[in-house]
């Protein structure tokens, strides 16, 4: 039988995040992925370089693929230093992978990294969304929703 799956994943050092995520996009679904990394790679993430702002994860041939993320080469490295926005395998199980790809060819989603982070493990771990993208209608309602929030914080402060 399967482990559960845990409803908030073990972060225990975010090294990047997609902030603007989920402001474009309203999220579905999150998965936790792991990466394919060279030994400069996770040298660089170590020491907090990376960027996910501009990525974006594809499923081609039965694997899921993080594009467009940008880790720099490691100040240290010699030769074998690695490309800093080469294509990233991200590593999930196969019932996983199906199910993406099936929301992503039928129903037009798309894979959205949200964050990269180290769990208590230490393993270099990938926060993966299947969203739908917002039109400019529904981010003007998430402004609205978030400043009545706010304003409600406000109004509960002074009264309460």
Do not use: C
């Not at 940008?70 to 999930?92: C, D, Q, V, Y």
């Not at 393993?123 to 969203?131: D, M, Q, S, Y």
């Amino acid at each position: 039988m399967a482990r559960p799956r845990p409803s908030t994943f073990n972060k225990v050092r975010t090294v990047a995040e997609n902030r603007r995520a989920r402001y474009d996009y309203a999220i579905e679904d999150v998965f936790e992925a792991g990466i394919a990394l060279r030994g400069t790679e996770v040298k660089s993430l170590r020491f907090g370089e990376g960027s996910i702002t501009e990525s974006y994860a594809e499923v081609n041939d039965e694997e899921v693929w993080l594009v467009n993320s940008n880790i720099p080469e490691f100040s240290h490295g010699n030769r074998f230093n690695h490309e800093p926005r080469r294509a990233r395998k991200l590593l999930l199980h196969q019932r996983e992978i199906q199910k993406l790809h099936g929301a992503v060819a039928r129903h037009g989603m798309t894979l959205v990294p949200l964050s990269v982070y180290f769990n208590e493990r230490g393993k270099a771990k990938v926060e993966l969304a299947l969203a739908r993208g917002k039109k400019a209608h529904d981010k003007r309602e998430t402004i609205k929703e978030r400043d009545w929030k706010r304003e409600q914080g406000r109004l509960l402060r002074e009264r309460g």
